[in-house]
């Protein structure tokens, strides 16, 4: 029980609250879906709310597309690929996408602050992240409209049509920029549905994309639930699916449209390995397992879940761990000071909390940060578990929240074995000074994003996707494109 | 009295060796004049499963080789291809097709192997990229082998299909499970002697004969298998395929294609069987932003 001295330092962590004003913010009470340019009533009549996770507040209501919207979107788009985007000089099409960076730019505060209300992230991710990030994903796209032909030597790159796109919930406008950006370049239409608990920041995109002028029908933006998102995937004149979610859906999925002919790509689940070496600097490495696993509440399909540490500095690596995550400041996600924000919703705090019991069930030993957790809304402590084996559950199965495994290991063949064994190859860490070791293992190890002494860095030149389970296609980038179009 | 012909036994080829088929069954296929072209080995289960495993086998060492050799053995395979090409035409022809036409086939079965042989070293530089990130790092992204691939062979045609869905495949340093044309596979077990004689080693690509019927479903569900390359159009074939692959997400290709056309054949087919990785590092920055020196 010395231990708990350390947590002391916790205690003097006091800082003045700094929330971010909302006074600017004017939401509406009821939002409308997005089709064929106009803002229009779901055809059930059907609204549903959304609610802010850190106070449990109702935001507003949101339509309830069924597959008669669906259908309504999907031929929307399909005039307007046909009649106008897809006839459209490529160099006026980057002009539009262009057009709606810059205004998501102008709103970006706005934008910042409605993401943190919805999705309970912290202000300071969404407004350094999520924001930036999905503006220069459109801007970065954008360019890529009239250039496309460099991306593809020796081939005639051509859209494939309309595009059918599904996003989650853990980053809702970024996911947004990575579907609807590219599609459009390559000279798609879309018909988009964001998650049932985050659809705020995708309706005031749908408000920019307005704003910007494009034309009717070639981006529409549908809210609804699971069933909404099926008949998306199961509409005849939808030629690419894209996914990001869950791999059980994402396996639904690729069933569902065999042998329809619909190209897909899936962004799915991950279980990450952050491994430290013995040489690395271990106060970097220390912040690097925090931002691996604990950024935007451990929502990340490519959170460090699986940290792996030679066996040399484990002792000194988890100490230094639980002092860091005792100085966390959770709370109030609008509050600049905040680390951690809230669980984005109630059914997801559940999940997390249930494999947290198995966790201590099935032996591990488990440490929780030393932070008060307020009274409305859904939160979590940041936790690691010690003592775990590749065979705990909590070892194989995706949680999706701000809960760490520790394992260790004696040689870099061992820990390029067990980082490898897992369905999943969505991402990777690796902490270590010597070059030739990070080559060495970042050849090995079988995932789509390695990041070597850092973690959970993004960009939109940066190509983003996994191996295996983890789903197929890239988002970003050059190859980002290819998910979008096909090659004469 | 003449002398009496040697007959050839065909038989399946997995991890470099030349077995039978475990399950000790055969077919008899005909030409379009109703001869026999031989006793075929029915595939099973049990030897596609088999395939696989020496497949997994081998995927290490033929994925780290240098692309330089493995371009090397490329070529290989095609001078081997170059001196029994009496013996490939010569099946062709039994098998249905005209002289002229076998002549084709195999001329441009040799070119295709040539083709991607000088693609093993190259693919990367054209496809990979490095990436201009907005914050301080060095990022990159290369293209990887996916793994095992499961190769689902042309059915129309006995030699060019096999070669030119293999061939990407085993360029991008993936290994490879055959399923060789049902009604034309005399090339695919001559082919096999080729490759055995080729120094490309064993397992790399397995090749086995029988009903496609038979032999896809525990291929296409296969946990261990990454990818599948399929040559065809028959629907229903393809949406099965699509459907048992979802169990562990394979990457499908479906290829409809003439392969006897010389263009058939791309980068594009390499990058089918690709991943791709992205690796991030931190650049120190020492010195001022404007230091010029």
């Known amino acids: ?488 | 009295m003449g002398r009496l012909e040697v007959l050839k036994t065909y038989k399946v080829y997995i991890g470099g060796k030349f077995p039978r088929t475990e399950s000790g069954r055969y077919y008899t296929p005909t030409n379009a004049k109703g001869e026999q072209l031989g006793n075929i080995c029915l595939s099973s289960r049990k030897d596609v499963r088999n395939s696989v495993v020496a497949a997994r086998k081998a995927f290490g060492g033929w994925s780290e080789r240098a692309a330089n050799n493995r371009g090397q053995i490329l070529y290989r395979i095609a001078e081997m291809l170059e001196g029994r090409k009496a013996q490939f035409i010569e099946e062709i022809i039994f098998q249905g097709a005209t002289k002229k036409d076998a002549e084709k086939e195999v001329s441009i079965a040799i070119d295709r192997l040539i083709y991607y042989a000088g693609w093993c070293d190259k693919y990367t530089q054209v496809l990979s990229s490095v990436n201009p990130v907005a914050s301080a790092h060095f990022n990159f992204s290369v293209h990887e082998p996916m793994g095992v691939i499961g190769v689902v062979a042309d059915k129309h045609t006995s030699l060019i299909g096999l070669v030119s869905l293999m061939a990407p495949v085993i360029a991008g340093g993936n290994t490879c499970v055959v399923i060789a044309s049902e009604g034309l596979p005399l090339c695919s077990v001559t082919f096999a002697e080729v490759l055995n004689s080729s120094d490309v080693p064993g397992g790399v690509v397995n090749i086995l004969t029988g009903k496609v019927g038979e032999m896809m479903p525990p291929l296409a569900s296969h946990m261990d298998v990454n990818g599948i390359v399929y040559s065809g159009d028959d629907k229903k074939e393809i949406k099965d395929l699509e459907e048992s692959t979802a169990l562990n997400m394979k990457r499908i290709s479906v290829y409809s294609a003439d392969w006897m056309n010389s263009d058939e054949q791309d980068i594009y087919k390499i990058a089918d069987c690709q991943e791709v990785k992205t690796t991030w590092h931190p650049i120190e920055n020492i010195g001022g932003a404007s230091s010029s020196y």
């Open chain 1, 1 to 488: 029980m010395a231990k708990k001295k350390n947590t002391q330092a916790a205690v003097e962590w006091d800082y003045s609250p700094s929330p971010e004003s909302t006074s600017h913010i004017e939401l509406k009470s009821k939002y409308d879906l997005y089709i064929d340019g106009k803002f229009v009533k779901p055809s059930s009549g059907k609204y549903f709310a959304s609610y802010n996770p850190a106070t449990e507040e109702k935001l507003a209501d949101v339509a309830y597309a069924n597959e008669k919207d669906v259908d309504k979107a999907v031929k929307a788009a399909r005039k307007a690929y046909t009649n106008v985007w897809s006839k459209m000089e490529a160099s006026e099409r980057a002009k539009y996408i262009f057009r709606i960076a810059r205004i998501m730019q102008e709103r970006s505060r706005e934008l910042a602050v409605v993401e943190t209300l919805d999705a309970g992230k912290t202000i300071r991710e969404s407004r350094d992240v999520d924001v930036p990030l999905a503006c220069n994903h459109f801007f970065y796209y954008a360019g890529w409209a009239d250039k496309l032909d460099y991306a593809f030597p020796n081939r005639k790159v051509e859209p494939l049509g309309v595009a059918g796109q599904i996003i989650p919930w853990n980053f809702p406008l970024l996911m947004a920029a990575w579907k609807i950006a590219p599609a459009l370049a390559a000279g798609n239409t879309v018909v988009i549905k964001p998650a049932e608990t985050t659809p705020l920041t995708a309706l005031i995109l749908a408000e920019i994309i307005h704003e910007a002028g494009l034309p009717p029908g070639v981006v529409n933006i549908i809210t609804g639930y699971g069933d909404t998102g099926a008949a998306i995937v199961n509409h005849d004149d939808v030629d690419k699916i894209a996914f990001t979610g869950s791999t059980a859906v994402g396996k639904i999925i690729q069933k569902a449209i065999a042998g329809t002919g619909k190209k897909a790509t899936l962004e799915l689940g991950g279980k990450s390995a952050n491994i430290i070496m013995d040489d690395a600097p271990i106060d970097q490495a220390v912040e690097g397992i925090i931002n691996g696993i604990f950024f935007n509440q451990g929502h990340v399909c490519c959170a460090g879940s699986r940290l792996f540490v030679q066996e040399a500095v484990v002792d000194i690596v988890v100490k230094k761990l639980k002092r860091r995550m005792d100085t966390l400041i959770l709370g109030d996600p609008l509050d600049k000071n905040t680390d951690i924000g809230a669980i984005n919703s109630k059914e997801q705090l559940a999940v997390i909390n249930k494999y947290i019991k198995i966790g201590i069930d099935e032996g591990a030993e488990m440490y929780q940060g030393k932070c008060v957790i307020p009274e409305k809304g859904y939160y979590c402590p940041p936790t690691i578990f010690t003592d775990v084996a590749q065979s705990s559950t909590i070892v194989q199965e995706e949680i999706f929240g701000p809960v760490l495994t520790i394992q260790t290991f004696r040689t870099v063949d061992e820990v390029i074995q067990k980082a490898n064994n897992t369905p999943y190859g969505l991402a990777a860490g690796v902490w270590t000074d010597k070059g030739s070791r990070i080559f060495n293992l970042t050849t090995k190890l079988r995932a789509g994003v390695i990041w070597a002494n850092t973690y959970n860095k993004f960009d939109p030149t940066s190509p983003f996707g996994g191996y295996k389970e983890s789903g197929f296609g890239r988002e970003g980038g050059l190859h980002g494109l290819s998910a979008y179009v096909k090659l004469k």
